[in-house]
């Protein structure tokens, strides 16, 4: 009996209801080792048309926008939804931060192409 040692919860990992036991390598589904980096299960999955890095390139969101909605989506999944939401918080108020610096530097040279 094989066991795994990944950090996912048994339901996500197994593909099993939820349980403490160990994950057993001969309950996980079959899962194409490449897409763990193409497509990771946390993310959603290749098969799902919400995936993260699908959702992000479709509205165009770039980089710190891109990171909010990943972490978010990703809640729980992957490390404690309090760390990805801390995450996506960092990334959602980086970009507030970058967008209120954008705007006054607008404002500056609208003032100063008007002569003020």
């Given at each position: 009996?094989?066991?795994?040692?990944?950090?996912?919860?048994?339901?996500?990992c197994?593909?099993?209801?939820a349980?403490?036991?160990?994950?057993?390598?001969?309950?996980?589904?079959?899962?194409n080792p490449?897409?763990?980096?193409?497509?990771?299960?946390?993310?959603?999955?290749?098969?799902?048309?919400?995936?993260?890095?699908?959702?992000?390139?479709?509205?165009?969101?770039?980089?710190?926008?891109?990171?909010?909605?990943?972490?978010?989506?990703?809640?729980?999944?992957?490390d404690?939804?309090?760390?990805?939401?801390?995450?996506?918080?960092?990334?959602?108020?980086?970009?507030i931060?970058?967008?209120?610096?954008?705007?006054?530097e607008?404002?500056?040279e609208?003032k100063?192409?008007?002569?003020e």
């Amino acid at each position: 009996m094989k066991i795994c040692n990944c950090t996912l919860p048994y339901e996500q990992c197994c593909g099993a209801k939820a349980s403490n036991s160990p994950h057993l390598i001969d309950n996980m589904p079959k899962y194409n080792p490449y897409e763990y980096v193409t497509h990771p299960i946390h993310y959603g999955g290749k098969d799902n048309p919400y995936e993260a890095i699908k959702v992000i390139e479709a509205w165009e969101l770039g980089f710190n926008l891109g990171n909010t909605i990943k972490y978010i989506s990703r809640a729980g999944k992957k490390d404690s939804i309090v760390q990805e939401l801390q995450k996506a918080l960092w990334y959602l108020e980086r970009e507030i931060k970058n967008q209120k610096s954008y705007a006054e530097e607008i404002t500056k040279e609208s003032k100063r192409d008007l002569g003020e």
